[in-house]
């Protein structure tokens, strides 16, 4: 995990705080808050991505200068979010959008949505809400900022996709005594 959240680090700044903001999100849903080593393994996994993406800002930082951080590490991270110069929209824009970006997988989303919230009590309860929690921490992050652009959303796909496919093959799956 730690080495995959340091990828993303390098491919994009704010990688590393979805995959943070989705396992907190996670693990706070789970009767395992409390549990100290699951909060190591968060923090461990967390510096384990920092040294990956040391490996190669580092020497980047040394290469190009200061400037160079100050682009990378503030402008086109942090400033991006908080005060864009570009793709600035309005908070609502991916309620409109992604389902239009999606089409035509968009016009299983209310499936996908009353399959999850059927599932919050059943036998896949917690692969269920962890997944919902994923597509929730993506989307709620990506509409607070300024800047929106639909690529934003491409980091929740899996678990809506996940979710999506749990609904469909749910509603045709046979109940437990054979009959349909």
Do not use: M
Request: with cysteine.
């Amino acid at each position: 995990t730690g080495l995959l959240a340091g990828l993303a680090l390098l491919t994009k700044g704010v990688g590393v705080l979805l995959v943070l903001l989705v396992a907190i999100a996670g693990l706070l849903s789970t009767a395992r808050r409390r549990d100290g080593r699951a909060w190591a393994w968060i923090g461990g996994s967390l510096a384990i991505a920092v040294a990956v993406a040391l490996c190669w800002y580092l020497p980047a930082l040394y290469a190009a200068g200061s400037g160079y951080g100050r682009e990378i590490g503030l402008r086109q991270t942090v400033t991006r979010l908080t005060d864009p110069w570009s793709h600035e929209r309005w908070v609502g824009y991916f309620l409109v959008n992604f389902p239009l970006d999606t089409l035509p997988w968009s016009l299983f989303l209310p499936a996908a949505i009353v399959g999850a919230v059927a599932s919050w009590s059943g036998p896949n309860a917690r692969t269920v809400r962890f997944l919902s929690l994923w597509c929730l921490v993506v989307f709620v992050f990506f509409s607070a900022s300024a800047s929106k652009r639909h690529i934003y959303l491409l980091p929740l796909c899996p678990a809506w996709a996940l979710l999506t496919a749990g609904a469909l093959v749910g509603a045709e799956t046979p109940a437990p005594d054979g009959s349909s």
